[in-house]
């Protein structure tokens, strides 16, 4: 007769979970790189195309994008005025000031796809 082999694990799974989170964070760290470069990217942008002319220079100063995360699952990039009148230049004369949305628009698939070369840039590594 045939002897049988019997494998009995008392693997708890704690290791791998620490290493998942630990990957997690990695991974939103690098994220967080990323669009902060494109953050930098986007502000200059912005500042240099904007359709209104200067009067006391403060709507472009603190024209601003940030980078952050709001929760664990999502990590925000934002461009905003920093002045009270900002919502007069996006809306106001038929939006002929606008600078926020048409800035986003513009890099929204630039930076799509370079997170997308990150992502698989990690999944290379695997």
Known sequence: MGSRYRYKSNYDGSELDKNLI???SRVAAACYVKLGTYAVQITADAKANRPWTDRTGMAKATLNTTVSQPNNNKIRLTL???VWYGKYLEYAHGKKYAIVMPTLKKWESKVMSGMSGLFNAI???M
């Open 22 to 24: 630990n990957f997690a």
């Open 123 to 125: 999944g290379r590594r």
């Open 80 to 82: 905003s005025h920093g």
